[in-house]
Structures are given as structure tokens and as C-alpha cells.
């Protein structure tokens, strides 16, 4: 082994063409207050999620397509849903979803959530042995009943009752179970903990809270967790899922696994309204701002964002962290210039803490509203070109005019094109 291949790549501030970030994340002060879940188990909820997003219809073959990539990036636990929603058959478009993935052999794990598994204690679930053995037959190997709080005492006893029947059925039929535990930030909390130690009782083998309404901020978050923990009758793993209302889902989700849960995401943060923590925003800050291996493909990210959004034919946000368009895109006019000059090897890259390489992008520049000469003359230069000052001056003015020109966003001249200007000036006369 050289000595390069010595050298650690996470859990230290700067690493030689990799990322470069302030050394204060990873002072003792700061990491001695972590307590990183053993193992770190991340959860993808990307297909559910896709399913949820309003306005689409995606089919089988195309879920199956996200399937593909989620795999290749190295996504190992999937989680699915099945709501009956109070029907005398589950929600079609989940039930065959779950079938599909079930039969298409993935790497990865699937959970399947379904609501139709343990009740309130009032109103029991009658249909918990059909849906175990529908399940099992489709070949799913972990399931998922939901935690509903009891009105009284006395539902909660009937309700710990069901929870072992229903347990005590799906050993049977060959299957595992988690609980997952909806709007944990506003439930009565020794409500859920009593429900959620009675589930551990019964089998359950790792709690999904879920912070539905993203009701809890970072530092609430933290304190959450780790009093959770610390009430449970025995240790269990635990995960935790956060939504985008705040645009903090990433911090949030992050700050759960400082004090031990594992984090639920989904890529490109899809889901119903704002959106879910995001897959590449979360395991790029654990990767780089706290030192954790997620086990993600990091240099897959890009790929896979831009998959995702061609087959569910939404966008990517321009602004959006780590995957949108202007990530690494550059129109200062001091960043081009030295992008072409002497320093364009320099690392860190200006503007950036990470190489874009690193998540499978590339810094990128354009002509935007902030050209200057010095910017032209240095590409100029780049090209071999040694234009006078008149010519200079036309081709900043034919590439302003070619930016004005665009009817709307992007108002810009993109590199190739700023070249073929320069080139076309530059070598007149």
C-alpha cells in the first residue's frame, strides 16, 4: 500500500482533490456529542415516494427503471407501501408496484408498509391475516404495521394483544416486522414509547419514526432521538424520516443521525408537497461534513439524479443542491479567467468545497451578465489567440448581444459557443 492509499478520505478536513471544508467540524468538541447509529443503515424511500408526487403516473416498467438505478448506486433497504385505505383490496397501483419488485430480484431489501396490519385498540384490524399472507405469498420478507394511538387504557391493552397476534402470525407465515410511528414530533410521547416497547416485545426489529410534518428542528431533533433511545425496553435500530416544509429535511435528517437513527431518504428529494430529505444532499454531508461511509455510490449522484428526473419527467430545480444545473456552473468573470489561466488546477475549484467529480459532475462555465474583456481575453489566450484590444472589444459586444438575445432563462452563451465566437474574431484579418 503507498502512502497515498494510506491517507484517509473521511473524517478529516481536506483531502488533495476531493473535498476541502472547515476543520472546526471535526474537533473533539464536536464529535464527541455524536452517537452514529451501529450500523449505519440508510433507507430508501424514493419509489413510494415517486408514486406520491402529484401530477404523475408513473408505470411499472418505469419504477422498475428507478429500481435500477437505486441499485447501482447502492441503495441495500427499500421501503414500500401498501394502503387499503379502507377498501376490501389494497391501493392497485402499490399492490402491484410491491409485486413487481418483489419478482425483479433486486439487490436491495424491501419493507412493505401496510395499514392494514394492527388498529387503535377500538376498531381492530380484520384484515391483518390476509395481508400477512398476501405478502408472503408475493415473496416480501419484512413487514411494516403502523403504530395508531390508543384512545384509552383499555384499547391500549387490546391493542398490545393484536400486536402480538399479529406478530406471533407473521413468524409463522416466515416473516420480520418494524413499526413505523407517523407524526412522532406531535404524538403523546408516553403514548408512543409505551406502543413502541410493545411492539419491541412482540418483535418488532427496528422503529421508523416518522416526523411526518417536519414538526421537529434540528436541535429538537437531536434531543428526540436520543430520549427515544433511551426509553426503549431494549436497544433496537431505529430510522428517521423527515419532509422538506422547513427546506431543512437534509439538516434534520442529519442531526437524527448524530444521535443515533438511521436516515430515510429519497433521491431528488421526490414526494408529496415540498418534498423528503434528500438522498444526495444527505450522504454527501455525511460523507464529507461528518466523516460516514453510507455505503452510497458517491460518484454516481449526478447519473442518477438525471435518470430519475427524465423517467418521472420533472425537472431538477437549477438552484437545487449537489444535483442542479448552476451547482457548479461559473459566470464570474474572475472564476473564467482562471479557469483558463495557471490556476485552473488549483483544488479546491473556486467556489466550491467539493470537486465536482466527487459526485459525478463537472464545473462548467458560461457568458452571463457578468462578462468582462479580462474574461475574453483569457479565453482568448487559452486558444492560442492574441487578439488586439478592438478585437476584444467586438467580442465581448457579439457575445453580450447573443445573451440578450435569448427570449428568457437561460440568459447565457454557453462555453462551446463563446468559443466559436472568440475564434471566429480572433482569426479575422
Given at each position: ?57 408513473t408505470g411499472i ?86 403504530l395508531i394511538e ?256 435569448r427570449p428568457g ?21
Open positions: 500500500m503507498s502512502d497515498h492509499d494510506s491517507i484517509p478520505v473521511r473524517g478529516v478536513a481536506h483531502v488533495e482533490g476531493r473535498h476541502s471544508v472547515s476543520p472546526f467540524n471535526f474537533r473533539p468538541e464536536i464529535t464527541e456529542q455524536f452517537h452514529f447509529p451501529e450500523p449505519l443503515a440508510l433507507i430508501d424511500s424514493t419509489i413510494r415516494k415517486v408514486i406520491y408526487t402529484a401530477g404523475l403516473t416498467p418505469e419504477l422498475l427503471q428507478i429500481g435500477e438505478i437505486l441499485q447501482e448506486i447502492g441503495v441495500k433497504d427499500e421501503s414500500l407501501n401498501v394502503w387499503w385505505w379502507g377498501a376490501d383490496e389494497p391501493n392497485p397501483v402499490e399492490w402491484e408496484t410491491v409485486r413487481a419488485f418483489a419478482k425483479a430480484g433486486f439487490d436491495f431489501h424491501i419493507n412493505v408498509f401496510t395499514d392494514t396490519l394492527v388498529g387503535n385498540g377500538v376498531v381492530p384490524s380484520t384484515r391483518m391475516r390476509r395481508t400477512v399472507d398476501m405478502l408472503a405469498e408475493a415473496g416480501i420478507k419484512t413487514i411494516n404495521p403502523g390508543p384512545p384509552d387504557a383499555a384499547a391500549a391493552q387490546r391493542q398490545a394483544d393484536e400486536f402480538f397476534a399479529f406478530g406471533d402470525y407473521a413468524r409463522a407465515q416466515g416473516l420480520e416486522w418494524t413499526l413505523t410511528i407517523a407524526h412522532c414530533g406531535r404524538r403523546d410521547f408516553d403514548k408512543m414509547i409505551a406502543g413502541s416497547n410493545v411492539a419491541i416485545a412482540a418483535g418488532a426489529r427496528r422503529l421508523d419514526p416518522m416526523d411526518s410534518t417536519s414538526t421537529l428542528s434540528p436541535e429538537a431533533m437531536k434531543l428526540f432521538v436520543r430520549t427515544f433511545r433511551s426509553l426503549l425496553v431494549k436497544p433496537v435500530p431505529m430510522t428517521m424520516h423527515t419532509h422538506d416544509d422547513f427546506g431543512m429535511a437534509a439538516a434534520t435528517t442529519v442531526a437524527a443521525v448524530t444521535a443515533g437513527a438511521s436516515p430515510d431518504v429519497a433521491l431528488n428529494g421526490v414526494s408529496y408537497r415540498s418534498g423528503f430529505a434528500a438522498l444526495e444532499e444527505v450522504v454527501l454531508a455525511l460523507d464529507v461534513l461528518y466523516g460516514l461511509d453510507t455505503g452510497i455510490r458517491l460518484e454516481k449522484l449526478q447519473w442518477a439524479a438525471d435518470r430519475l428526473a427524465r423517467l418521472m419527467d420533472m425537472p431538477i430545480h437549477p438552484l437545487k443542491p449537489v444535483i442542479g444545473a448552476h451547482q457548479f456552473l461559473r459566470d464570474n468573470p474572475n472564476e473564467i479567467a482562471r479557469l483558463h489561466g495557471d490556476a485552473r488546477d488549483l483544488f479546491p475549484a473556486f467556489g466550491c468545497s467539493i470537486d465536482p467529480a466527487l459526485v459525478g459532475s463537472e464545473l462548467r462555465w458560461v457568458w452571463g451578465q457578468q462578462g468582462t474583456e479580462h474574461a475574453v481575453r483569457a479565453v482568448a489566450l487559452s486558444l492560442g489567440l492574441t487578439p488586439t484590444a478592438a478585437q476584444v472589444t467586438a467580442m465581448r459586444a457579439e457575445l453580450d448581444r447573443r445573451r440578450d438575445a432563462y437561460p440568459k447565457w452563451v454557453e462555453a462551446d459557443e463563446v468559443r466559436d465566437v472568440l475564434l471566429a474574431i480572433g482569426t479575422v484579418g
